[in-house]
């Protein structure tokens, strides 16, 4: 496998239901993104890590809870989301969180009902 | 705060040439990106601008002007698979990677 993966591709889940998202990169990079994309607005960052470490949680509801076990993993553990939560969630990597361009998956597309 | 323009959307004809414009005002200046990214897929990376003026990339052309807070990506000779949305994406002075909302680019026949 290349690239970034993402699993899985579509998600439909109740208010009280708990699913997980998962991401691996084939790339051998370093930092790794959650992003969360709504119809019509920016893209928003929402968790980074960096050599597994997290150093961004933009202001993410707790409902959303990141889990990086090493630099080729991420997950996106939820519970008790809202409608409103409904979007595309991608998962990015990159080189390093400074100068290199980012590696998109094909995302997750989320609908709570 | 921190924000990127860009027109939502733009209408260009095949085998012509479009200009997709982006302003930004950020806190710092560390790059700036563009990406595409066709309906139900993920952003593809396209080009990066760190110093001022265009680069060149086969049909693809990226131009910066730091003191303007201003780019723009042109796209020639435009074919129908180049309809999708393009982003504009700028690192700041903390290496965050702030994003505009993207243009929607339709080619008509």
């Known amino acids: 496998e290349t690239g970034v993966t993402q699993t899985p591709r579509h998600l439909v889940m109740g208010m009280t239901n708990k699913k997980s998202l998962k991401c691996e990169q084939h790339l051998g990079h370093n930092a790794m993104y959650w992003y969360k994309q709504s119809a019509k607005k920016p893209l928003e960052l929402m968790f980074v890590y960096n050599f597994k470490e997290q150093t961004e949680n933009n202001s993410v509801p707790s409902r959303f809870s990141p889990e990086c076990p090493n630099s080729s993993h991420l997950f996106l553990h939820l519970h008790t989301l809202q409608p409103e939560d409904s979007a595309l969630y991608l998962c990015?990597?990159?080189?390093?969180?400074?100068?290199?361009?980012?590696?998109f998956g094909p995302g997750t597309r989320l609908t709570v009902t | 705060g921190q924000n990127i323009d860009q027109p939502t959307e733009m209408t260009a004809t095949e085998g012509a040439i479009v200009q997709i414009n982006c302003t930004y005002q950020t806190s710092g200046f560390n790059g700036l990106f563009w990406y595409q990214q066709h309906a139900g897929e993920a952003p593809t990376f396209l080009s990066y601008?760190?110093l001022d003026g265009l680069e060149e990339k086969g049909r693809f052309s990226s131009f910066l002007s730091r003191s303007k807070g201003y780019s723009y990506l042109l796209l020639k000779e435009l074919q129908m698979k180049d309809s999708a949305s393009y982003l504009c994406?700028?690192?700041?002075?903390?290496?965050?990677?702030?994003w505009g909302a993207g243009t929607k680019l339709i080619i008509k026949p």
């Open positions: 990015a990597s990159r080189r390093g969180v400074e100068f290199s361009e980012q590696y």
């Open positions: 601008n760190v």
């Open positions: 994406a700028v690192t700041n002075s903390n290496y965050q990677l702030i």
